[in-house]
């Protein structure tokens, strides 16, 4: 089983990285950079101004980013007969959900973090800002790339289930980017606590709820 699971994270992670022809993880990453960029011209080059409201323009950045891989997640390996293939190996969904949840996290979350360094530097974030950013986006994106997946997973089957992912990601995951914006308004890292829970809580009920999503797909 552990060379099943193993196997199956190489596989996620190079067609999440990788794998796709629609840019993989290079396209939330540069839409990150992209509103990290434009966000000064839009309000000018007041660093005061840009200080005060560039940390929550990047919780919404996140917000959006997350969406992009949404239809690349669940619906290419319906169609392919993946799930049906492990299944018929004694591998539930929800196994292979939970491993999916771990590659989509470390397809994109990392690599957004990473982002946060140039884009403190346009936004003219202060040191004490981005240390709270990055720690708001440690806690939060893990229940972004949950509720993703979930959506993903229920959505898989519809006609339009890409937008539809997108609309309803955003009033879903809206508790975790207020908070973590919230964090950086009163400076306070004790309100990370919240996102970090409501992201623990995504984290445990994806798997069951992807994987029961999926396998009532099959049945129906």
């Known amino acids: 089983m552990i060379r099943v ?19 993989g993880a290079v396209l939330p990453l540069l839409f990150f950079l992209a509103v990290a960029m434009l966000y000064p011209f839009a ?11 560039g940390g929550g323009v990047l919780w919404i950045a996140a917000l959006l980013a997350a969406i992009l891989p949404l239809d690349r997640l669940v619906q290419e390996d319906i169609a392919l007969g993946i799930f049906d293939q492990l ?17 989509h996290w470390l397809s994109f979350g990392p690599l957004l973090m990473l982002a946060c360094l140039p ?12 240390h709270l950013l990055l ?9 972004l790339a949950a509720v993703g997946l979930m959506i993903a997973a229920l959505t898989a089957g519809l006609r339009a289930g890409a937008a539809l992912s997108g609309l309803l990601l955003i009033p879903l995951a809206l508790p975790i980017l207020i908070f973590g914006a919230g964090a950086l308004e009163r ?6 606590g919240f996102s970090a829970a409501i992201s623990l809580l995504l984290v445990a009920i994806t798997p069951f709820a ?3 999503a999926i396998r009532a797909g099959r049945e129906t």
């Open 5 to 23: 699971l193993t196997a199956l994270m190489w596989r996620d992670l190079r067609n999440l990285l990788f794998g796709s022809s629609r840019g």
């Open 43 to 53: 309000v000018g080059p007041d660093a005061p101004l840009l200080a005060r409201t």
């Open 87 to 103: 299944n018929l190996r004694g591998v539930t969904e929800e196994i292979v959900m939970a491993v999916r949840l771990v590659a």
């Open 119 to 130: 884009a403190a530097a346009l936004l003219k974030l202060d040191g004490e800002t981005l």
């Open 135 to 143: 720690l708001g986006l440690l806690a939060g994106t893990p229940g």
């Open 187 to 192: 400076g306070d890292p004790a309100t990370l």
């Open 210 to 212: 992807a994987g029961a």
